[in-house]
């Protein structure tokens, strides 16, 4: 089977970068064949939070991510120890939060109505670049192409297959699914409960310390930095979420890994006891782990006739937020693609730098220096001055060069 263009991977990257080459070079669209090893809708590991970046880039492909099962974080709490900065954002929630299988199976969707052929069940096994195309060997036989996009995620293969010596950064992620603060108040006797108007849900006896005035809310995401001074260079966090129209909990913990060489506590260690902290027991619950391959400016993103988009260059190495940076890494792929068909040229050399350039590339290249400042600072004093203290600074550095980088230098 041959096709101009093979994109390896059907997630937010992989996706992304089709559509928005049906956007820029539509004489495209029916060169494109994308290789899927799932069938949709399909599991993927990931607590679903869409900050406002994703919903722009896929606002300019004239798609309404409100089309898809979603709840809303009204607030962001950015905190240490159960104390720190609010964040919410005007006329919105301060991000929405979707689950990827359905989130990934809409997009999907979208992409195929709009003249995308998505093969599903497909399993990439090797990727051989040479001068004329790409050889691309699956448990279907043998593809051809004369460009391969690697879209295939933190541990994927393309990336594998053309740089094989490369050091890698990964961050540690473990992941827990419960029911909603509400089961809280069911639990607890009728006389300790009370729902409050306001959706906070106030349980004394099993919230430990986070009753009263800072019990739980379930509008609410939590972000809390407090396993940083014992050497998880990370947070842990407690989103709203939904399955299948149930409103629940996605908690969660990610570990840069930047203080590996420090002794740690068993990773699920802190988890459990945030979990505790708000009156749930982790061992009542399934953990899941999957690593997020992080972007560091020395990561490789290209061979002649081989692109690689989202995880597989690099995700948000700050709070591995990966779904807005996938979609964006396929918005300026699909433009270098777009290009070298056009000078029928395909090293892909520029692609790197073009990268670096684009609004994409500022916050990773920025998102990285903050992460190597708040992580490797590790002590308590600074974690309590970062989080609690310097709210302005905070909030100026987030607006700055974590937030909205889609408006700046980016295609389309
Ligand atoms: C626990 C956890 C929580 C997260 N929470 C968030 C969050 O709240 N917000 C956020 O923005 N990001 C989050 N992320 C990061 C986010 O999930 C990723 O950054 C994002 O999915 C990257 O998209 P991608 O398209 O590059 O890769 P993926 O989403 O991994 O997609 C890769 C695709 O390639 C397919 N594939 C893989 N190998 C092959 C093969 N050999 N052959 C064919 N197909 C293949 C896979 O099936 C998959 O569909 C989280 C990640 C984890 C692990």
Redesign the pocket.
């Known amino acids: 089977m041959e096709a101009k263009i093979i994109i390896?991977?059907?997630?937010?990257?992989?996706l992304s970068t089709a559509l928005h080459l049906t956007r820029i070079a539509p004489h495209l669209t029916h060169q494109i064949l994308i290789?899927?090893?799932?069938h949709y809708p399909?599991f993927?590991?990931?607590?679903?939070?869409?900050?406002i970046d994703a919903e722009i880039i896929l606002e300019r492909l004239d798609l309404d991510v409100r089309e898809v099962p979603h709840v809303d974080a009204q607030t962001a709490h950015f905190d240490f120890a159960g104390k720190g900065l609010k964040v919410r954002a005007r006329k919105r929630p301060a991000f929405r939060v979707i689950r990827?299988d359905e989130f990934?199976h809409w997009l999907a969707k979208k992409a195929e109505e709009r003249g995308i052929e998505i093969r599903q069940g497909?399993?990439?096994k090797k990727v051989i670049p040479d001068e004329n195309g790409v050889s691309v060997e699956t448990d279907q036989g043998e593809f051809r192409a004369e460009i391969v996009v690697g879209?295939?995620?933190?541990n994927?293969?393309t990336r594998r297959c053309v740089f094989p010596n490369e050091s890698v950064f990964t961050a540690r992620?473990l992941?827990v699914i419960t029911p909603d603060y509400s089961v809280l108040a069911r639990r607890a006797k009728p006389d300790e409960a009370i729902s409050n108007i306001n959706n906070e849900i106030v349980s004394p006896r099993r919230h430990g310390d986070a009753s009263g005035e800072n019990a739980p809310r379930n509008d609410v995401a939590y972000f809390d930095f407090f396993p940083v001074p014992n050497n998880i260079a990370g947070y842990t966090w407690d989103f709203p979420t939904q399955i299948r129209g149930q409103p629940m909990r996605c908690w969660?913990i990610y570990d840069t890994n930047l203080l590996a060489g420090y002794k740690r506590p068993v990773l699920k260690e802190p988890l459990a006891e945030e979990m505790k902290r708000k009156g749930f027991e982790l061992g009542d619950y399934e953990i899941k782990g999957?690593p997020?391959r992080w972007y560091n400016p020395r990561n490789k993103a290209s061979v002649p006739r081989v692109l690689l988009?989202?995880?597989?260059v690099g995700?948000d190495p700050l709070f591995?937020?990966?779904?807005?940076?996938?979609l964006g890494y396929g918005a300026i792929a699909a433009q270098e693609i777009a290009e070298s068909f056009q000078r029928n040229e395909f090293s892909f050399r520029r692609y790197k730098r073009r990268l670096a350039r684009s609004g994409l590339g500022q916050t990773l290249f920025a998102r990285w220096l903050i992460t190597h400042i708040i992580y490797l600072l590790k002590w308590k004093w600074f974690q309590i001055l970062f989080w609690r203290m310097l709210k302005p600074i905070v909030l100026l550095v987030a607006w700055g060069f974590v937030l909205n980088w889609s408006k700046r230098n980016f295609p389309l």
């Open positions: 390896l991977g059907g997630g937010p990257s992989g290789l899927e090893k799932e399909r993927k590991l990931c607590a679903g939070g869409l900050v990827r990934d497909v399993t990439v879209a295939d995620g933190s994927g293969v992620v992941e969660g999957n997020i988009v989202g995880d597989a995700a591995g937020e990966g779904i807005s940076i996938a």
